[in-house]
Nanobody, 123 residues
Framework: VQLQASGGGLVQAGNSLRLSCTAS????????MGWFRQAPGKEREFVAA????????YYAASVKGRFTISRDNGKNTAYLQMSSPKPEDTAVYYC?????????????????WGQGTLVTVSS
């Protein structure tokens, strides 16, 4: 599976931004996937995840109620809608596809990673 993340850029706090993650390979539609982020000088952290059919979603407490994860298996694409972003949301955002069972919050359950897209939120 190869993943291509896009949609990052400079956004003013309070304005919306949508990230996309397009996958190649047949396993995407049968695999859960997630978004992670890494800010300068910090470790990579979980942001959101979605089950293979979209029935279940998971969010980090810091983004719950502001970000929405979704997917379109027909387009092999997942999305992260960032509403009301804050300067502390500034980071490189990575999408990833799960390859094993376990917690959606655990980076170890994700076997395929995209290259990342930079999101900068200005105040």
């Amino acid at each position: 599976v190869q993943l291509q993340a896009s949609g990052g850029g400079l956004v003013q706090a309070g304005n919306s931004l949508r990230l996309s993650c397009t996958a190649s390979g047949r396993t995407f539609s049968t695999s859960g996937m997630g978004w992670f982020r890494q800010a300068p000088g910090k470790e990579r952290e979980f942001v959101a995840a979605i089950s293979w059919g979209g029935q279940n979603t998971y969010y980090a407490a810091s983004v719950k109620g502001r970000f929405t994860i979704s997917r379109d298996n027909g387009k092999n694409t997942a999305y992260l809608q960032m509403s009301s972003p804050k300067p502390e949301d500034t980071a490189v955002y990575y999408c990833a596809v799960r390859y094993t069972s376990g917690s959606y919050f655990d980076t170890g359950t994700y076997g395929y990673w995209g290259q990342g897209t930079l999101v900068t939120v200005s105040s």
